[in-house]
């Protein structure tokens, strides 16, 4: 369906898991750690570059890896193609939609 192999797809559930699981903790403690723990803070936090830019990554690896598991459920498991392909595209629609919103929302930040 995609020029994208089985072999790649795996490796990028399993880079974008990891970078998901060490963001968080990351992102967690330190935000727990900020004082006072408010909007003000989060917004100070994300308004640092270095920080933005891991977040947005953060985004994108999220969103890569919800797409990569969403299709591979969709292929494995939905075997008319028209439905498949209407369900993938709804999937990438999301998906897209809830980027560019993730996006405005760190880039206000």
Excluded: C, K
Aim: net charge neutral.
């Amino acid at each position: 369906m995609s020029g994208f192999s089985g072999m790649g797809a795996w490796l990028l559930q399993r880079l974008t898991a990891v970078y998901l699981v060490v963001f968080t903790v990351w992102a967690g403690i330190r935000l727990a750690l900020a004082d006072p723990w408010s909007y003000a803070a989060w917004s100070g936090w994300l308004g640092e570059p270095v920080n933005a830019a891991l977040a947005w990554l953060f985004g994108v690896s999220l969103l890569a890896h919800a797409w990569v598991g969403g299709r591979d459920v969709l292929i494995d498991y939905i075997h008319p193609l028209g439905l498949r392909l209407a369900l993938l595209s709804l999937l990438a629609g999301w998906l897209l939609g809830s980027g560019l919103v993730f996006t405005a929302l760190v880039v206000s930040a």
